[in-house]
T-cell receptor, first 114, second 110 residues
Framework: EAGVVQSPRYKIIEKKQPVAFWCNPI?????LYWYRQNLGQGPELLIRYENEEAVDDSQLPKDRFSAERLKGVDSTLKIQPAELGDSAVYLC????????????FGPGTRLTVT | QKEVEQNSGPLSVPEGAIASLNCTYS??????FFWYRQYSGKSPELIMFIYSNGDKEDGRFTAQLNKASQYVSLLIRDSQPSDSATYLCAVLSGYSTLTFGKGTMLLVSP
């Protein structure tokens, strides 16, 4: 069974530029999460989807961040414009359904904003 | 603000020893507790979860939960150099929302 797929693995951009990250969860997993992990910190939830519905986006900085999961499968997280403080690893995770608490993480996208 | 506290370490143990990793949490309503292992440059990997007070054993790993003290721990017996990683404690509060601690770095020396 393929795991959670993310791309790109690394991204370097200048501040004020846009950037997008893509995630394809494990097949059949209805719940998808985007986390941000800063150096030396644990992952922090940005948004959670149940199928195509964003059910928890309370921690998503909505002035510059947006996300979508149009068909309830893969998802895109976008930052526009990026700031220096956005440099972090962006992790995608999925679970079979919302009541299953074992989250499987993708390899992450390491973003560097210069 | 729900908080999960871990000592950042590093915790250094010799090969073959028992490593003890600790975690406290602030939300008394927390239901489930997870330990993730994260190797440097890699993503977190679930190794244990516990829901009930007491001990839960899985191979060399034992998770311990004390809800009254809001305390959860992970014991690693017969530690190996390959166990060297950062161990993240995560707490489930509400529906499907995990709050992670900062992690404890474990170093196992040969």
């Amino acid at each position: 069974e393929a795991g959670v797929v993310q791309s790109p693995r690394y991204k370097i951009i200048e501040k004020k530029q846009p950037v997008a990250f893509w995630c394809n969860p494990i097949s059949g997993h209805n719940t998808l999460y985007w986390y941000r992990q800063n150096l030396g910190q644990g992952p922090e939830l940005l948004i959670r989807y149940e199928n195509e519905e964003a059910v928890d986006d309370s921690q998503l900085p909505k002035d510059r961040f947006s996300a979508e999961r149009l068909k309830g499968v893969d998802s895109t997280l976008k930052i526009q414009p990026a700031e220096l403080g956005d440099s972090a690893v962006y992790l995608c995770a999925s679970t079979p359904w919302g009541g299953s608490y074992e989250q499987y993480f993708g390899p992450g996208t390491r973003l560097t904003v210069t | 603000q729900k908080e999960v506290e871990q000592n950042s370490g590093p915790l250094s143990v010799p090969e073959g020893a028992i490593a003890s990793l600790n975690c406290t949490y602030s939300d008394r309503g927390s239901q489930s507790f997870f330990w993730y292992r994260q190797y440097s440059g890699k993503s977190p990997e679930l190794i244990m979860f516990i829901y009930s007070n007491g001990d839960k054993e899985d191979g060399r790993f034992t998770a311990q939960l004390n809800k009254a003290s809001q305390y959860v721990s992970l014991l690693i017996r017969d530690s190996q150099p390959s166990d060297s990683a950062t161990y993240l404690c995560a707490v489930l509060s509400g529906y499907s929302t995990l709050t992670f601690g900062k992690g404890t770095m474990l170093l196992v020396s040969p």
